[in-house]
């Protein structure tokens, strides 16, 4: 066999290596929520492919014991909290950013990326004590507070790159006919800006919906998320049906993955890599 060949049988082994673990991990992880999915449904379930039977008075279950209609209007209000914020923050520090160079410029960016690098408990328990020394721990705004640490540096992160996209010489024009920076952001900057903000905003809605360390240590009894009552569901104290709580677990799944499909619907992930390629 020629050196060629040789080169081209080993592509195909290697390609067909990583088409089968992908293969074998996608199977596993659907595999893990069929289970799931399936056990919600299940009347009884012991040592046989499916269930005795098929019932779904465990969603009604899970909806009146782990009082649903409550954790999911906290966690959308947690989570609109934080879009908002965030967006109405990181936008404005996004132009900073990229308009401006001033020496330490890469050291402030290095700590815009620390949070979204470092592990959230590590900085987590920190945030937690202090929020809970004055007294903010535990309410619906230590959560939105704590979600934000994150998310803010997400949204100038993503920012950055397409506010460097636009002319500096159509703000310019705008300058000279008299536009003070509020006109200029709320008439060319936002409306121009609008599919990077609306991408951002999506996926920090996407991240705060699943983000259980911050949500876990400043949540109290009336303020915890989707994520963080079936936490407390799974492995607080009490007997509770097996079924129950994967109920739970797949309304939970449900809320992430209609987000997820509408964040996708807008946003172009390859777009927006591209467009941090082509800033850097």
Request: glycine share 8%; charged share 10%; hydrophobic share 60%.
């Amino acid at each position: 066999m020629t050196r060629h060949g040789l080169r081209d049988l080993r592509a195909r082994v290697w390609g067909t290596a990583i088409w089968a673990v992908m293969g074998f991990m996608l199977l596993n992880i659907f595999a893990l929520i069929a289970a799931v999915a399936v056990n919600s449904l299940g009347t009884r379930w012991f040592g046989t492919w499916f269930p005795a039977g098929l019932t779904t008075r465990w969603y009604s279950g899970a909806w009146e014991e782990f009082a649903l209609p409550d954790v999911l209007l906290t966690t959308m209000q947690v989570v609109f909290a934080v879009v908002l914020i965030s967006a109405c923050i990181g936008v404005p520090a996004a132009y900073a950013l990229a308009r401006s160079n001033f020496p330490g410029k890469s050291v402030v960016v290095l700590l815009f990326l620390l949070p979204l690098i470092v592990p959230s408990i590590t900085y987590g328990i920190p945030l937690a004590t202090v929020l809970y020394q004055t007294g903010l721990g535990g309410t619906l705004w230590g959560v939105i507070l704590a979600n934000l640490v994150p998310s803010v540096p997400f949204v100038i992160l993503t920012m950055t790159p397409f506010i460097e996209q636009l002319d500096p010489r159509l703000e310019a024009a705008a300058r000279v006919f008299g536009a003070r920076t509020p006109s200029l952001f709320r008439h060319i900057l936002v409306p121009m800006l609008a599919p990077g903000i609306l991408a951002a905003s999506l996926l920090v809605l996407v991240r705060t919906i699943g983000m259980f360390e911050l949500s876990f240590l400043t949540a109290g009894p009336d303020s915890q998320t989707l994520v963080v009552a079936l936490y407390y569901a799974a492995f607080a104290p009490g007997i509770r049906a097996g079924q129950s709580v994967d109920a739970m677990a797949v309304v939970y799944m449900a809320v992430t993955l209609f987000w997820l499909v509408v964040a996708l619907r807008f946003i172009d992930p390859t777009a927006i890599v591209g467009r941090g390629r082509a800033a850097g």
